[in-house]
């Protein structure tokens, strides 16, 4: 008897544990997910933007596209380079307001900042100024993606001691982001210019691939990675024998990808909890 009542008690817990779970796999990838009329929509849409907010992001969006439509026309090669770092934050909110993909109230807040950067960086430009080349720490920059002519944004992390007028290189290393089905290029960009990331090692420059919302980072988000490394190639002195993958969740299962796939690229490859 005594048996069979501690066998009893394990089932019930068991029992009451998957009870638990219910409400959450309801919300998961399921078989509904694979008809067109009930798939489930990732993301969820967002908050409405009241009225007068949406008025300042629409104001602020055409002053900025007003900004970048007089850089388009220099005819100065290295400030047309620099145009992505600009557009970024114009593509961002933008995308934000058309797909209403604001999904807390204070994001709203956040497009506006990122709007206010933008135009910061235009009014520099058309100067022919861009500080942001010369910064070290948190930066965020972009590039124009060769699949459909979009422009994407890309963090990096750069030493403390990176002089940019030496020669020396130095090691990169790429983080791949976990999934999040909130995560949007303005959340992206304003993580990016906020929080170093999980890992930072000294004397290295660490990307932050955006890789087109959360997909693993493969079909156009697998492009976007080796794109936006040949960016910080392109701008930054990058050894190429000392480039290494890491991510953790999504980004392990992204890590396990370029380093079977592009095996050649990487010296380490550090993946953690990703599927392979």
Not at 3 to 21: D, E, G, W
Not at 147 to 165: A, W
Not at 190 to 201: A, F, K, V
Request: charged content about 25%; aromatic content about 12%.
């Amino acid at each position: 008897m005594l048996f069979y009542q501690k066998h009893l008690v394990k089932f019930t817990s068991a029992f009451l544990f998957c009870l638990t779970l219910l409400p959450s796999l309801t919300k998961a990838d399921g078989p509904k997910d694979n008809i067109p009329d009930e798939v489930r929509r990732i993301p969820a849409l967002g908050v409405e933007v009241p009225a007068e907010q949406k008025q300042q992001l629409e104001q602020g969006l055409a002053k900025l596209k007003t900004s970048l439509d007089q850089l388009k026309k220099s005819k100065d090669a290295r400030i047309k380079a620099l145009i992505p770092d600009v557009e970024i934050y114009y593509r961002a909110v933008w995308s934000a307001l058309e797909y209403q993909e604001f999904f807390h109230e204070r994001e709203i807040g956040t497009g506006l900042n990122l709007l206010k950067q933008g135009q910061e960086r235009a009014d520099q430009l058309l100067k022919g100024e861009a500080p942001w080349t010369q910064q070290t720490g948190l930066v965020v920059r972009g590039y124009i993606s060769k699949i459909d002519q979009t422009v994407q944004p890309y963090g990096l992390v750069i030493p403390d001691n990176y002089t940019f007028s030496g020669k020396s290189e130095y090691r990169c290393d790429l983080w791949f982001h976990g999934r999040g089905e909130r995560l949007s290029e303005v959340n992206f960009i304003n993580q990016q210019q906020r929080s170093r990331g999980q890992y930072t090692p000294a004397n290295t420059i660490v990307l932050h691939p955006y890789g087109r919302y959360s997909n693993a980072f493969k079909f156009a988000g697998e492009i976007d990675v080796l794109e936006a490394l040949e960016s910080t190639k392109q701008n930054y002195r990058i050894d190429d024998d000392r480039i290494s993958v890491r991510g953790f969740s999504m980004g392990g299962a992204a890590c396990w990808q370029f380093a079977v796939h592009y095996a050649d690229r990487w010296f380490a490859a550090n993946p953690g909890a990703g599927f392979s």
